[in-house]
C-alpha cells in the first residue's frame, strides 16, 4: 500500500465507521498516547524495564501502526499529502546531511 492509499483507506474508514474525525487537538493526545504505549514496549523489550502483568500481549507492530493511524488522521484533517510531505523532507534530509553521519566519530566506532 503506497501513502496515499493508505490515507484513503483511512478517510474511508473514519467516514464509515467512525462517523467524524475527531479534532486535531484531540488526535494530537490520541498520537502522544499511542506513542507512550510504543516506548513503554521498547523500554521493557529493549531496555531495562522488565514487563508487567499488564505489557503481556502487546504488540510492536500494532502499536507502531496505531500511530501511523492516528499520524494519518492528522495529515487527512489539515490537508497535507504525506508523499509530498515525504519525499520533500527526504531531499531536505539528504542535502543537510548527506556528510554528517558518515563524519560523526560516534557512529564510526
Known sequence: ???E???QAVDKWINTYGVRYFDELTNMAILTEEVGEVARIIS???GEQSFKESDKGKDLSDE???VL???ICIANQTGINLTEAFEKN???KTKRDSQRHK???KLNK
Open 1 to 3: 500500500m503506497k501513502i
Open 5 to 7: 492509499q493508505a490515507q
Open 44 to 46: 521493557r523489550k529493549y
Open 64 to 66: 507502531l501502526s496505531d
Open 69 to 71: 493511524f492516528v499520524l
Open 90 to 92: 527526504l531531499q531536505k
Open 103 to 105: 563524519n560523526n566519530e
